[in-house]
């Protein structure tokens, strides 16, 4: 038998001196920056940075299955959405997904830029993996609004509309190069929301699928770094995602949340509306499966009151809005060029409360706003004790470099720390679940697991959070509960059926990957095996070419 590197002769064509090297292999691609020639330097350790940065090991080429990739989100749920995407093409690859992140060769870091504590986190990690001696990829909005940031000098980046390419730039930092991509996604021409929606998806929860519908908004608000990042508002074609929504209830998903950075802008680019979306999603959603909506803005539901209400009346429909006020004074509003007031706000929350009884309306507020005076605050105090939001997200002012916030003149944060637990302690005052007497019955889809891994988790018709005995198989069923006691943020129950009686929301699935229609795993994975082999036979020639000096 002829040895079996009398097959492959032409290798030697791969390593000839007319190669080209590679900095001209790489000249014409302009997102690509060549690693250097690896020297000894001296070390410039300081006594801030006590502990030496590992040495990255650099692969002359990648094979398929034989790297670990650790991935960590910080952020809202569009972020969240985005992590899934990036995890499901690393993954149809043949990166090994990991949450050891000691094992992993290469992290993966998507960042949220709307808090300075997000993005110092951001920051300790990106540290941690080089004295690590990890490889890093960095997305979202961090990098995307603030690309030349100290910290990020030399790393590899994937913007927010180019996520679809993460699996090329972890090839190419791999191999110790460093790539960027920032641009905006384009077809033919136009500005689009992002990557299809189609691709393929590792999510975090099997059982919930998080649709971003638009990217960007239609806002200017002074203290928002966001924008900077997503940009103004690009829509999804209402088609594609009621064909998202499809594809995922078949996968075996019973939840779906629909998200962005404002929903309540979405297709006012397209000719199209938020409601027209929503009735075309309600079409295709299962009996027993639920929809979520995700945050909207104060200006852009007023014109679509009596359809939200309706939408959200929808017995598929979660009756949970998540509408942010920020502050209850005007003044402030203005300052935040918010472009609503205080009682714009009042009539969407009073309007859909009569409408749409037990509807739960989330909001946020921002305490200690640059100019906000005590008067300025007693009114937002007013409001919170007026509605008592059973969801009330209250954050600190924190400026954001390059905002115009930043530039006002600033509360004392000694002020700032005052009205932030004094608008706690109101929050902590009020139980909203009081509301429900022990043996209340309750219809709840049961899709998590509680943090402490001692209660599933379920939530009614008006995303109230219902904890449950661990029962065997109970994720992904519509099952009939009694209210037993209930805290501040949840309450709890007992399932009132049999096992044969609970609604099954979900259909099996042997994969937590959710994959196009035109894209099969499968036909890759079967590849591999055959990669794998060609490139050892390739290395075992190139030596003894090397050794022989053919």
């Given amino acids: 038998m002829e040895p079996a590197c009398d097959d492959f002769l032409d290798i030697e064509d791969l390593i000839s001196a007319d190669d080209p090297s590679p900095r001209e292999r790489y000249s014409n691609k302009q997102d690509v920056t060549v690693r250097a020639k690896r020297t000894k330097v001296r070390s410039t350790r300081t006594t801030k940075d006590p502990q030496p940065a590992a040495e990255k090991p650099v692969l002359e080429s990648v094979i398929p299955e034989t790297q670990q990739i650790y991935m960590k989100t910080w952020g809202c749920a569009h972020n969240t959405s985005d992590t899934e995407y990036m995890a499901g093409q690393l993954a149809q690859y043949g990166y090994n997904l990991t949450n050891d992140k000691k094992a992993a060769d290469l992290w993966v870091l998507n960042s949220c830029t709307v808090k300075n504590p997000s993005e110092d986190t951001f920051r300790n990690e990106i540290e941690a993996a080089h004295r690590a001696g990890k490889h890093v990829v960095v997305a979202g909005c961090v990098p995307q609004a603030a690309p030349r940031s100290d910290y990020l000098h030399g790393l590899s980046v994937v913007g927010v509309q180019q996520i679809d390419r993460v699996a090329e730039v972890v090839e190419e930092t791999l191999k110790g190069h460093s790539v960027r991509l920032l641009q905006a996604k384009k077809v033919n021409g136009r500005k689009v929301a992002g990557p299809k929606l189609a691709l393929p998806k590792v999510r975090k929860n099997p059982l919930i699928e998080v649709i971003p519908i638009n990217s960007g908004c239609l806002n200017a608000c002074t203290y928002c770094k966001t ?234 018709k008006y995303y109230e959070q219902v904890l449950l005995p661990m029962h065997n198989n109970l994720l992904g069923k519509q099952v009939e509960v009694e209210i037993t006691g209930c805290t501040k943020f949840s309450m709890f129950g007992k399932v009132l059926q049999s096992e044969k009686e609970w609604k099954n929301c979900s259909k099996p699935t042997t994969a937590n990957v959710s994959e196009s229609p035109q894209i099969t795993d499968s036909k890759y994975r079967s590849l591999f095996p055959v990669f794998f082999v060609s490139c050892i036979i390739a290395i075992i020639c190139k030596y003894i070419f090397m050794l022989y000096d053919f």
């Fill in 227 to 460: 924008k900077f990042a997503r940009a103004d508002l690009v829509s999804y074609p209402v088609q594609e995602i009621v064909e998202r929504a499809q594809q995922v209830f078949e996968d075996g998903v019973c939840e779906i949340w629909l998200t962005s950075e404002d929903t309540g802008t979405y297709g006012r680019d397209i000719d199209s509306s938020l409601p027209e979306l929503l009735w075309k999603l309600v079409e295709v959603i299962p009996e027993g499966c639920m929809m979520r909506l995700g945050m909207t803005n104060p200006p852009y539901i007023l014109e679509h009151l009596e359809e939200m209400a309706k939408v959200l009346a929808h017995p598929r429909v979660y009756s949970f809005l998540h509408i942010p006020v920020q502050s209850g004074s005007d003044t402030i509003l203005g300052e935040m060029k918010r472009e609503y007031c205080v009682q714009e706000f009042e009539r969407v929350v009073d309007f859909l409360r009569e409408k749409v009884p037990g509807i739960t309306i989330a909001t946020d507020i921002i305490c200690g706003f640059p100019g906000e005076t005590e008067a300025d605050f007693q009114g937002t105090v007013a409001l919170c004790r007026k509605y008592e939001f059973p969801s009330l997200f209250i954050n600190q002012f924190f400026p954001r470099p390059g905002t115009p916030a930043a530039k006002m003149e600033r509360v004392p944060a000694n002020e700032v720390k005052t009205r932030t637990k004094r608008l706690t302690d109101l929050f902590h005052s009020y139980e909203p679940y009081k509301k429900y007497a022990p043996g209340t019955i309750q219809t709840v889809l049961v899709t998590e697991i509680s943090h402490d891994r001692k209660h599933y988790v379920g939530h009614n």
